[in-house]
């Protein structure tokens, strides 16, 4: 942390973490999915998990991409947020979403480079990978990835990669 | 009601194509008949009566996702899809193949766990399922094309994200040996229900879900997946965690498991489009063979340490991808290559370099290319070729009248071509027995679905294949008592066989059901190598399929009741299916015994000339099974006591008509 840093990573006192994602690495089993849906919604549905595995076997490069929440330093979909719902988690950095303060209105994934938020199918709010913050055991897409440390991992901001 | 199931969806979609109308009813429950080979098999029975034939508008071509698809159980991406097969021979039969894919789990997400499709549509047509809004469209354009250009196309109409199901033209123009295509090569490519979609004027079916499974107790379905992950990567083939690289990919949805499938540049010669080829042990089988350096045959040894070295296919190295891209797109199934080659090279062998007046350029790639067109669009000779391996020799006769007998002469033992399966399995005793059993029962290529009794020959060792019951190694007497109840089910020869092919069958069918891959379930870890001794419990899990199950459904069930009498239930009803519609009896399970005999062995290799202690085998399995030793029929005590009673009473008329 930095003097300079933004004012809404103040609450931060670890660096950053993100997921790292290696398409090369990748089976495409979409194992990851499943588990984050399991998890997060106990229920198994694409449209319920925080990251997206697409596997196109038919295209000619980029067969495999996922899409995920990279945890921006700058978070554009922080500052655009009105309710002040979206908030860094103080140990790992990832931004979270207060489902009791979100409101639905999808300016997060407007902002998002990527657009990455995705309304809940069911709820009236947006939802995105938090890294399973709240979990002591880290993020359980790594876990029940086949391959974690390889096909998927955690990193910190500045690149540096953790189990 | 539906809308409460938890792991599968509760309902089935039924389309009449003749009607042009859908309706969807509830799936039956899952304790009674497990799932997707099991719903097969009761609609097979209830829609699929005496006389139908396999393109007649009135079978019914049946696809169901597994019941742990989508589930997020480990390897769990795979659909049953099951018909009056028109490879079977000599007569069609009651067949089921599997594959994986995304298609399983995008059926579940739609909210539906069957589709059954009956009728026959008057012009080329394809279904469109999006959750709940369906429809049967015009496929006029599509049709003629193949299955990479058919699912384009349909995923530029219907998003990327849609899953599609499609045959080529050799599904279109009823070829034996059609397949179902899905992605580049996740097929249903055995008993070639290809060209049973195909006479219902179907293209493709395509499906978008975008619901969810909902799953009982979710912590435990964690938990669950967790452990069966780690007994998988433990388990007895393929064992390790999956190696990353950047062409190995999952055939299939949720497979967390090790595997030989590999995603490679395909050059394109024959301008597809389709710069990708997904190669695993099938379709590889282009590139294999004598010209390729590294080819991987069919191992191995026999039991006297000599190698059999066996009559390879005709591998093309360089143009091998594309032929295997080609017949997937023709919509045929990879493994005509392995099977053929193997014909025609003998029967080049033999001096017969021309059928019917073709030349057997069978070195010559473009030979193969020229071939599969023929096939799949019924061509000059290829209209025979198209009418299956069996058949053809039959009207041809080009070489020695039992197909097996190409293989006699080089040495090996094997099934020959029975149902148009694999040329041959080199396997020392007792899986040669093992498989010969299993052949005899069943009514495809059943080797797919029952990997598990052979995957324990390698701890044999094949030089040192055991002669004698002192032979075999410790830690695969371990397993034999483990999973069969008996040592003796290692021993050379056929002591307890009829356990271990009962054992394997219940579990194809418990896997077939369940949506997983038979090359991990059930999950099966290996005793240390040195011999020495672990507790029995250590050797794996074998209900696997029941951890996941019942912390996805919520359903209470007894771990053991899902082999038996789950499974036993739909095995029964798939012979009575057969029973009744195709005159099914112990003459043709029968039928196998040339395929192994060779009289001139009394070693142990190959079945005597009077085959008697086959026969007296088969009678064992009969009565382990509750069937009768004349004609292999369950009794009706059988078919009451697994709650089949429509069966047991359509059985009974049967015997009284034949007096027996």
Known sequence: ?163 | MSDLRCGYAGRTLKVDLSAGTTETVETPDPTRWLGSRGWNALIGWDHVLPGVGPYDAENHLVLSAGTLAGTGAPTAGRMTVSSLSPRGYPTPMWASATMGGYLATELKLAGFDTIDIYGQANTPCYLLIENDAISVRDARELWGLGVYQTQRRLKEAHGADCQIAAIGPAGENRVRFATIHHRLSNAIGNGGLGGVMGSKNLKAIVVRGTGRVRIAHPQRMLEAIQFVNQRISTGLYYTGRPEPGPDVRACSFGCTARCHTRLRRSPDRYGLGVPWLMTSCVDGVWMRGEPAPGAMLYQGRDVHGQELAIRSTRGFPEEGADLTNLTNDLGITNWVHHTWSHYLGALRDMGITEIAGQPLDIDDPDWWRRWLEDIAYRRGLGDDYAEGLSRFHDKHQPGPRYLADFFEDAGSRGHGWHREGRTMERHPSPFWEHSALLYAVSTRDVTPSTHGFFFLNPLYGYPEAPLTPEDVPARLKQIARVLYGSEEAAYPGTACLETVTMYHQHCAILKDSMGVCDWKYPVVALPPEDGSPVPDETIGNVNAEWLLLEAATGLEMDPDALRRPAAERVLNLERCIEIRNNGRSRPLDEAVIPHYQWSDKTDGTHLSADADEFRDLLDRYYALSGWDSTLGWPSDAKLRELGLDSAAETIAQLRQSASV
């Open chain 1, 1 to 163: 942390m930095t003097s300079t840093q933004p004012a809404h990573l103040s609450a931060v006192t670890a660096a950053i973490q993100r997921l790292a994602f290696s398409a090369d690495a990748c089976r495409a089993c979409r194992a990851c999915e499943m588990a984050c849906a399991l998890t997060r919604e106990g229920a198994v549905s694409p449209s319920l998990a925080r990251i997206r595995v697409r596997f196109d076997e038919f295209a000619a490069a980029s067969v495999v991409a996922a899409s995920y929440c990279l945890q921006c330093g700058d978070a554009p979909c922080m500052g655009a947020c009105p309710t002040g719902a979206m908030t860094r988690h103080p140990r790992t950095g990832a931004v979270m979403i207060d489902a009791e303060l979100c409101i639905g209105c999808m300016r997060c994934a407007k902002a998002c480079p990527w657009g990455v938020p995705q309304r809940h199918p069911d709820r009236r709010l947006a939802i995105k990978c938090d890294l399973c913050s709240d979990l002591p055991e880290g993020p359980a897409c790594v876990r029940y990835c086949p391959l974690a440390g390889e096909a998927l991992a955690v990193e910190t901001l500045d690149g540096e990669v953790g189990a």
